[in-house]
């Protein structure tokens, strides 16, 4: 049994295809209620980290945190996956996309968030990475106008759609340079709309991908970034070359496989758990069946122990700790 690594280098002989103490594992949530607070959404991500000891802290705001100071509203309604339901949108016309103005990274809700981010780096203080979840800027675009809305424009208002991501790139550009400053170790960099059931691969290339590489190229500084592609029907072709050191997907429900996806991204994968069928609604023992069969069809390397997207809310902590306990079988 090789010697026990911290998780700092645990994930640096993992990124480098290299033999580990025990297989890395991050599992994420959202922490509703307390998401509307800086120092209770710190407090619950500390008390989630302390009990399970992940190899990397992914920080889960509400998806609004980035949208909140133009203008949007939202409410906690009980879904189990800890999201909120959009009552207000900013975006009702194309030409609203030409007002939205720039934002103030460390001002109302962004600053609140740099706050959050400020109490866990001080308490974890170098133990373990974090990483600050960031939405595309079409993600963005989504809650600010509502999925049906944002095609429509995309389709019939192309110019006005172009205006609005780029004031949101500009804006989540002066965020990231905030987050370089407090110094945390990377992002968690969510794709809603890779998805060939939403968007052509054209239309992707031209409103997605095109505004997400200006993203991810200010944000290579950071040593541990993740793209996360959401959904199925995935176009994993146009995300593998994504410059992060890993990617994360819902594997166990759209292709590629992990083992597929190794022979394609020159980083790490991270999934093989069922977010619901197997850790939600599962027992132990599945979790530890399916965890044993991604570690043998990854063989262990360039692999990172997780889900497709966050847990539940209802997850029980018998199957969290089963997936931690998993990660030994190496």
């Known amino acids: 049994m090789p010697p026990a690594l911290n998780h700092y280098t645990r994930l640096e002989r993992c990124l480098a295809g290299e033999d580990v103490d025990r297989i890395p594992i991050a599992l994420w949530r959202h922490f509703p209620v307390d998401d509307q607070h800086p120092e209770r959404l710190a407090k619950a991500i500390v008390q989630f980290q302390s009990t399970y000891d992940f190899d990397f802290i992914k920080v889960t705001p509400a998806s609004s945190y980035c949208l909140r100071d133009w203008g949007i509203t939202d409410q906690w309604e009980g879904d189990p996956e800890g999201t909120r339901t959009y009552l207000h949108h900013t975006v009702a016309h194309p030409e609203d996309w030409l007002k939205l103005p720039p934002l103030n990274p460390y001002q109302g809700a962004l600053g609140d968030m740099l706050s959050t981010l400020r109490t866990l780096k001080h308490h974890f203080a170098g133990q ?48 990231v340079g905030a987050l370089k400053e407090l110094g ?47 959904g199925e029907h995935i176009m994993f072709s146009l995300i593998q070359d994504y410059p992060v050191q890993i ?47 991604a570690i043998q069809e990854t063989q262990g390397k360039r692999f990172i122990l997780g889900t497709g997207c966050v847990l539940p809310i209802i997850t029980p902590h018998g199957n969290i700790l089963a997936a931690c306990q998993a990660t030994n079988l190496v």
């Not at 990475?129 to 019939?156: D, M, V």
Request: negative net charge.
């Open 128 to 175: 373990v990475p974090i990483l600050q979840t960031i939405f595309s800027p079409l993600a963005q675009a989504k809650n600010l106008a509502g999925e049906e809305r944002l095609i429509l424009h995309l389709r019939t208002a192309p110019d006005a759609l172009h205006a609005g991501l780029q004031r949101i790139t500009e804006s989540t550009l002066a965020f």
């Open 184 to 230: 945390i170790d990377g992002i968690f960099y969510a794709v809603q709309h890779a998805r060939f059931d939403v968007l052509s691969p054209l239309e992707f290339s031209e409103f997605g991908r095109a505004y997400d590489l200006k993203i991810l190229d200010a944000a290579r500084d950071f040593w541990l970034n993740v793209g996360h592609i959401h």
């Open 247 to 293: 990617l994360n997907w819902h594997d166990r429900q759209t292709t590629p496989t992990l083992r597929e996806a190794l022979t394609r991204v020159s980083g790490a994968v991270c999934g093989g758990l069922s977010q619901w069928s197997t850790m939600a609604l599962g027992n132990p023992e599945d979790v530890q069946r399916e965890a044993r069969q």
